[in-house]
């Protein structure tokens, strides 16, 4: 049973920062490519971006850009999610997300087969 738990999720002004966390109870975790989503409300959820299973490649949506980092931390079973210079469209709920199967780089929501709870971001103005 794969596990993800979200974390660092808040109330931040425009023009901020914040780092969200997932902690993942998957055995082999350095397989997996990950993935962070969000929701907004009334909204669909959309891809943020994605890492590969060691780091290597980092993908993001266009809105993000630039803005965003993720990084994981093979030995910590963990991945971030850096986020700056945050713009109130990026309040949402963010998810992270294991990939369905080892080695597929997920780029969609249904190449993930794991979400975690979710954790609320509120941007400002």
């Known amino acids: 049973q794969v596990q993800l738990v979200e974390s660092g999720g808040g109330l931040v002004q425009a023009g901020g920062s914040l780092r969200l966390s997932c902690a993942a109870s998957i055995r082999t975790f350095s397989n997996y490519a990950m993935g962070w989503f969000r929701q907004a409300p009334g909204k669909e959820r959309e891809f943020v971006g994605g890492?590969?299973?060691?780091?290597?490649?980092?993908y993001y949506s266009d809105s993000v850009k630039g803005r965003f980092t993720i990084s994981r931390d093979n030995a910590k079973n963990t991945v971030y999610l850096q986020m700056n210079s945050l713009k109130p469209e990026d309040t949402a709920v963010y998810y992270c997300?294991?990939?369905?199967?080892?080695?597929?780089?997920?780029?969609?929501?249904?190449?993930?087969?794991?979400w975690g709870q979710g954790t609320q971001v509120t941007v400002s103005s």
């Open positions: 890492i590969s299973w060691v780091g290597a490649s980092t």
């Open positions: 997300a294991a990939a369905s199967f080892p080695f597929l780089l997920g780029h969609v929501r249904e190449d993930f087969g794991s």
